[in-house]
């Protein structure tokens, strides 16, 4: 079935460092993909989504680009700030049935000032 | 406020009790889901129902039983409980219909099975 691999974390950073975090997935179609953030002691909320080959998706400095040639939906940030520590779960959808998304298994973030 | 509100927040409970969760959401969906989320897993989709129906049920042994008695309410029922199944327990909505993407999570009802 579908599925999503992200980097293994946790992840430590230095405010103002460039942040990425790999994702990859595996499936049968042409699904839409997205980022997820869960900030501490809330759900998750949606970040940014792509919903076909070479979309750039975008919010609050973080991006992401569809690569189907590579299977790969990478979160970026240019300088992240102390805000940004949180999990972040790459995901996709499947486009039958209703709107079941597949999680990879999350990397927490972590920045220090 | 969260559109999505779940109760309760944490709950401890022996393997021989009976306990429920509960998920209400404010934002008009017609989609409701539960998550499972353990520690260093990938969240498991356990249940999903589209308009009142189950449309999904993700080979969740049966000591868990979903009840969705509208749009806006859902419920997890537990009864004989295992250890592993400690977990936080996410409830999510989403609008119906065609696959949009975007789910609306509560904050999770934190569970341990002693």
Partial sequence: GDSVTQMEGPVTLSEEAFLTINCTYTATGYPSLFWYVQYPGEGLQLLLKATKADDKGSNKGFEATYRKETTSFHLEKGSVQVSDSAVYFCALSELQGAQKLVFGQGTRLTINP | ?114
């Fill in chain 2, 1 to 114: 406020e969260t559109g999505v509100t779940q109760t309760p927040r944490h709950l401890v409970m022996g393997m021989t009790n009976k306990k429920s969760l509960k998920c209400e959401q404010h934002l008009g969906h017609n989609a409701m889901y539960w998550y499972k989320q353990s520690a260093k897993k990938p969240l498991e989709l356990m249940f999903v129902y589209n308009f009142k129906e189950q449309t999904e049920n993700n080979s969740v042994p049966s000591r868990f039983s979903p009840e969705c008695p509208n749009s806006s309410h859902l419920f997890l029922h537990l009864h004989t409980l295992q250890p592993e199944d400690s977990a936080l327990y996410l409830c999510a909505s989403s609008q119906g219909g065609r696959v949009t993407g975007e789910l609306f999570f509560g904050e999770g009802s934190r569970l341990t099975v002693l």
